[in-house]
């Protein structure tokens, strides 16, 4: 294995020094040197992101420290660059050891691991500039503008705007549109006014005839000239109209002013730069592409235009010509835009693409929400706002910005709000909205919730909302990486070791589901080509997964988002679905500050007894008038209750209808222990004649609610007393044979010691 180690030349000036790089990793190409640097305004020297790397300089000098670079203990001169997930072109200062002067500086181009970073970044920051003038564009469309360009009014902001204009002009499209230009540019006839010998004049207009009666240099005819009685001489040379073809157009004229507009703002930007740096070198490169173009002879008989005419046919329709025309449009308008947020993606010559996939992934979802909820979501046009250097592009990482809008169908209206940033405070009680722990920001969130509820904190208090959170994960290879397999988890203790563990994405997007109150789903983004969804039950919700989406111009994966997205509508418009259900359950489940207390000995809730839950299982209490009317229900298993309007009538509830124990009493008696279990099948209505066959004494009423008891119950209940009084719907005196419910939590309570 050859010695993976660079050695790079740096001039101080006085003398030449030497700094060696080891990479520390076992494959070759750890350090690699890049060609084709310049036209990407890269380092020579290259090193990958994630690597560590030992280096040495020449005695007597060493390396400033800083996050990514630290000196060795021993030897100053020596010690180790750790790039960790730093992306762009890394400077260094080179330092005297003994004054710490610095005396020098050197450049290392630190490589995203992903092999595709380069083209991914150009893509991506030339999809976001297309959407931001998109959303300019919206609202005006010029046909004629003076031209007046001043973009520099703030040096600070000049790269900020550069990448943006970089990202529309360094593509092949535009280089393809500028080409087709040049091989068939348009043309017209120019009328010009030549000196030409009367010989040669074929055509004899009446200009031409007023110049041979009275043009000076003459020549004498000869006497056997045919026009010689008519005139004596005529002039050696005529003023005639010539017709020649010409590039010079107004459409050429355009081209070219965008050109040098172009080439104009790149040389500024180039000037306002630090000799050296990435901004430097991309707008030298850019420049210098420019010029190249502009030299060609085309170009070289068009003249400056005063206005420019964009409603011009062929600049809105032939080809080339309508490429360079929206270019444009996007460039004058990209030149003005300022995006704070760009400063996490470039800034101090980074070239932060994950984080640049995290802002792409907010426009291609924001474009999904669109398209499936058919709605144009208010604040959209928020997203850019003027601001003291220019217009701003809001989107910035960190910074909550919530996009909303109704979903309206025949069966359901739903208010749906796509956000990024959103935050979960840990710091609010339930029933309002926020994280059960610590407070916690998803990249991406859509929530759902009823459309008749305008306040979002009411949806949250009536479990009527969802939260769907989605996050940007650049540097996914493979759903595997999130997901693993089985074999993986003997290996997870070692990679937690080093830092490396594999499975933090897929445990965040259980953070988000577990933490978050009313989350149904939680989903990771990266720029791959499988998709891995999980189900938490038989629905689309709740759920968690990955789904892959990658910048590219044929198949970016977002058909996938689209039809899950899709099915999380059509499910919302079920409302017998089992999260409808799940949802009312926790309502009225947590809507009570005081939970219930029960620390007697119950059943079991398994087998038949599943659903017994005490707070949710009632018991009747009902009235007897004697012992003959108990030996009846004993010996019948049946407990009949007056069905009407007189008064000691039943008046049949949920609770009433559904309970699953009765519990009997007679006058005057506060404390009973007649428990007894009611079949599942619910209350019948017996008429007067049905209980007589039954030998039921002496009815009076024409109809009866009657219960089926069985004939055991339960161990748990069995030689348990309970003072009736103590429930809160006993009424006493001639009230207290009026039929009631109250819940198994309430009856165990009102047990006596």
Same mark, same amino acid.
């Given at each position: 294995?050859?010695?993976?180690?660079?050695?790079?030349?740096?001039?101080?000036?006085?003398?030449?020094?030497?700094?060696?790089?080891?990479?520390?990793?076992?494959?070759?190409?750890?350090?690699?040197?890049?060609?084709?640097?310049?036209?990407?305004?890269?380092?020579?020297?290259?090193?990958?992101?994630?690597?560590?790397?030992?280096?040495?300089?020449?005695?007597?000098?060493?390396?400033?420290?800083?996050?990514? !670079?630290?000196?060795?203990?021993?030897?100053?001169?020596?010690?180790?660059?750790?790039?960790?997930?730093?992306?762009?072109?890394?400077?260094?200062?080179?330092? +005297?050891?003994?004054?710490?002067?610095?005396?020098?500086?050197?450049?290392?181009?630190?490589?995203?691991?992903?092999?595709?970073?380069?083209?991914?970044?150009?893509?991506?920051?030339?999809?976001?500039?297309?959407?931001?003038?998109?959303?300019?564009?919206?609202?005006?469309?010029?046909?004629?503008?003076?031209?007046?360009?001043?973009?520099?009014?703030?040096?600070?902001?000049?790269?900020?705007?550069?990448?943006?204009?970089?990202?529309?002009?360094?593509?092949?499209?535009?280089?393809?549109?500028?080409?087709?230009?040049?091989?068939?540019?348009?043309?017209?006839?120019?009328? #010009?006014?030549?000196?030409?010998?009367?010989?040669?004049?074929?055509?004899?207009?009446?200009?031409?005839?007023?110049?041979?009666?009275?043009?000076?240099?003459?020549?004498?005819?000869?006497?056997?000239?045919?026009?010689?009685?008519?005139?004596?001489?005529?002039?050696?040379?005529?003023?005639?109209?010539?017709?020649?073809? *010409?590039?010079?157009?107004?459409?050429?004229?355009?081209?070219?002013?965008?050109?040098?507009?172009?080439?104009?703002?790149?040389?500024?930007?180039?000037?306002?730069?630090?000799?050296?740096?990435?901004?430097?070198?991309?707008?030298?490169?850019?420049?210098?592409?420019?010029?190249?173009?502009?030299?060609?002879?085309?170009?070289?008989?068009?003249?400056?235009?005063?206005?420019?005419?964009?409603?011009?046919?062929?600049?809105?329709?032939?080809?080339?010509?309508?490429? !360079?025309?929206?270019?444009?449009?996007?460039?004058?308008?990209?030149?003005?835009?300022?995006?704070?947020?760009?400063?996490? !993606?470039?800034? =101090?010559? +980074?070239?932060?693409?994950?984080?640049?996939?995290?802002?792409?992934?907010?426009?291609?979802?924001?474009?999904?929400?669109?398209?499936?909820?058919?709605?144009?979501?208010?604040?959209?046009?928020?997203?850019?706002?003027?601001?003291?250097?220019?217009?701003?592009?809001?989107?910035?990482?960190?910074?909550?910005?919530?996009?909303?809008?109704?979903?309206?169908?025949?069966?359901?209206?739903?208010?749906?709000?796509?956000?990024?940033?959103?935050?979960?405070?840990?710091? +609010?009680?339930?029933?309002?909205?926020?994280?059960? #722990?610590?407070?916690?920001?998803?990249?991406?969130?859509?929530?759902?919730?009823?459309?008749?509820?305008?306040?979002?904190?009411?949806?949250?208090?009536?479990?009527?909302?969802?939260?769907?959170?989605?996050? =940007?994960?650049?540097?996914?290879?493979?759903?595997?990486?999130?997901?693993?397999?089985?074999?993986?988890?003997?290996?997870?203790?070692?990679?937690?070791?080093?830092? *490396?563990?594999?499975?933090?994405?897929?445990?965040?997007?259980?953070?988000?589901?577990? =933490?978050?109150?009313? *989350?149904?789903?939680?989903?990771?983004?990266?720029?791959?080509?499988?998709?891995?969804?999980?189900?938490?039950?038989?629905?689309?919700?709740?759920?968690?997964? =990955?789904?892959? !989406?990658?910048?590219?111009?044929?198949?970016?994966?977002?058909?996938?988002?689209?039809?899950?997205?899709?099915?999380?509508?059509?499910?919302?418009?079920?409302?017998?679905?089992?999260?409808?259900?799940?949802?009312?359950?926790?309502?009225?489940?947590?809507?009570?500050?005081?939970?219930?207390?029960?620390?007697?000995?119950?059943?079991?809730?398994?087998?038949?007894?599943?659903?017994?839950?005490?707070?949710?299982?009632?018991?009747?209490?009902?009235?007897?008038?004697?012992?003959?009317?108990?030996?009846?229900?004993?010996?019948?298993?049946?407990?009949?209750?007056?069905?009407?309007?007189?008064?000691?009538?039943?008046?049949?509830?949920? +609770?009433?209808?559904?309970?699953?124990?009765?519990?009997?009493?007679?006058?005057?008696?506060?404390?009973?222990?007649?428990?007894?279990?009611?079949?599942?099948?619910?209350?019948?209505?017996?008429?007067?004649?049905?209980?007589?066959?039954?030998?039921?004494?002496?009815?009076?009423?024409?109809?009866?609610?009657?219960?089926?008891?069985?004939?055991?119950?339960?161990?748990?209940?069995?030689?348990?007393?309970?003072?009736?009084?103590?429930?809160?719907?006993?009424?006493?005196?001639?009230?207290?044979?009026?039929?009631?419910?109250?819940?198994?939590?309430?009856?165990?309570?009102?047990? *006596?010691?």
């Amino acid at each position: 294995m050859s010695e993976n180690k660079k050695v790079i030349k740096v001039n101080t000036g006085n003398e030449i020094i030497e700094l060696t790089i080891f990479g520390e990793n076992s494959f070759n190409d750890s350090i690699i040197e890049k060609h084709d640097a310049e036209e990407n305004g890269e380092a020579q020297v290259q090193i990958r992101e994630g690597c560590f790397y030992e280096y040495e300089v020449t005695k007597g000098y060493c390396l400033e420290t800083s996050e990514i !670079v630290s000196q060795s203990k021993v030897n100053r001169s020596s010690g180790r660059i750790s790039p960790n997930i730093y992306v762009g072109t890394l400077t260094i200062d080179v330092l +005297k050891s003994e004054t710490n002067e610095k005396c020098m500086e050197v450049k290392l181009e630190v490589q995203s691991v992903k092999a595709s970073y380069r083209k991914d970044y150009r893509f991506m920051l030339e999809e976001i500039t297309e959407k931001c003038t998109d959303l300019l564009l919206q609202h005006s469309s010029p046909v004629s503008q003076i031209i007046q360009p001043d973009y520099f009014k703030d040096p600070v902001t000049a790269y900020q705007r550069f990448a943006f204009i970089k990202s529309i002009l360094d593509t092949d499209e535009f280089n393809d549109s500028v080409h087709k230009i040049l091989s068939s540019p348009v043309t017209r006839w120019k009328e #010009s006014e030549i000196i030409k010998d009367i010989r040669s004049v074929k055509r004899i207009n009446n200009a031409s005839l007023r110049q041979i009666c009275s043009a000076g240099n003459r020549l004498n005819l000869t006497e056997d000239h045919s026009l010689k009685s008519t005139i004596c001489s005529v002039p050696s040379k005529l003023r005639v109209n010539h017709k020649t073809e *010409t590039v010079d157009t107004p459409e050429n004229r355009f081209v070219k002013h965008a050109l040098v507009s172009f080439q104009s703002f790149c040389s500024k930007v180039k000037e306002l730069s630090k000799d050296g740096s990435r901004t430097n070198l991309e707008a030298t490169f850019l420049e210098d592409k420019l010029e190249q173009i502009l030299s060609h002879s085309t170009f070289k008989e068009i003249s400056a235009p005063d206005t420019l005419q964009l409603n011009s046919p062929v600049l809105q329709r032939k080809e080339g010509y309508r490429e !360079v025309l929206r270019v444009w449009l996007m460039f004058d308008l990209a030149a003005k835009l300022i995006w704070k947020g760009g400063e996490d !993606v470039y800034s =101090a010559n +980074k070239r932060d693409v994950a984080v640049l996939y995290e802002y792409w992934l907010f426009f291609k979802l924001l474009d999904i929400v669109k398209e499936v909820f058919n709605i144009e979501p208010k604040k959209t046009d928020e997203l850019i706002k003027d601001t003291k250097d220019g217009l701003g592009l809001q989107l910035e990482q960190g910074k909550y910005f919530p996009i909303d809008g109704i979903y309206k169908n025949n069966i359901r209206n739903l208010r749906v709000q796509f956000s990024y940033n959103k935050t979960f405070s840990g710091n +609010k009680d339930y029933p309002d909205g926020g994280s059960w #722990s610590r407070s916690l920001r998803p990249d991406y969130t859509l929530s759902i919730w009823p459309a008749g509820i305008e306040e979002e904190v009411e949806a949250e208090r009536q479990e009527l909302i969802v939260h769907i959170h989605f996050d =940007a994960k650049y540097k996914v290879e493979t759903y595997k990486d999130i997901f693993g397999s089985d074999e993986d988890l003997t290996e997870e203790k070692d990679e937690q070791k080093k830092g *490396t563990f594999k499975r933090a994405d897929l445990l965040k997007m259980h953070t988000y589901k577990d =933490a978050i109150r009313r *989350t149904a789903g939680a989903y990771v983004l990266y720029p791959g080509t499988e998709k891995s969804e999980k189900k938490g039950f038989h629905e689309i919700l709740p759920g968690l997964g =990955a789904f892959a !989406v990658s910048p590219s111009y044929t198949n970016t994966g977002t058909s996938e988002v689209v039809e899950f997205l899709t099915k999380v509508r059509d499910h919302f418009i079920n409302r017998a679905s089992q999260r409808e259900k799940m949802s009312y359950s926790a309502y009225e489940t947590y809507k009570d500050k005081k939970p219930g207390n029960v620390s007697e000995k119950l059943p079991e809730s398994y087998g038949k007894n599943r659903n017994l839950i005490p707070d949710n299982t009632y018991v009747l209490v009902g009235y007897y008038r004697n012992e003959n009317i108990l030996k009846w229900i004993e010996k019948n298993r049946l407990y009949n209750a007056r069905a009407g309007t007189q008064k000691g009538s039943l008046h049949l509830s949920t +609770k009433k209808a559904g309970a699953k124990y009765l519990l009997l009493h007679t006058k005057n008696e506060a404390k009973t222990s007649r428990l007894f279990k009611i079949k599942e099948n619910g209350p019948r209505i017996f008429s007067k004649n049905d209980l007589l066959k039954k030998s039921y004494p002496d009815p009076k009423q024409e109809f009866y609610l009657v219960y089926e008891i069985e004939k055991e119950i339960e161990e748990e209940f069995q030689n348990l007393e309970f003072d009736i009084r103590k429930l809160s719907e006993y009424k006493t005196n001639r009230s207290s044979g009026i039929p009631f419910s109250a819940s198994l939590t309430e009856l165990m309570n009102a047990k *006596t010691e």
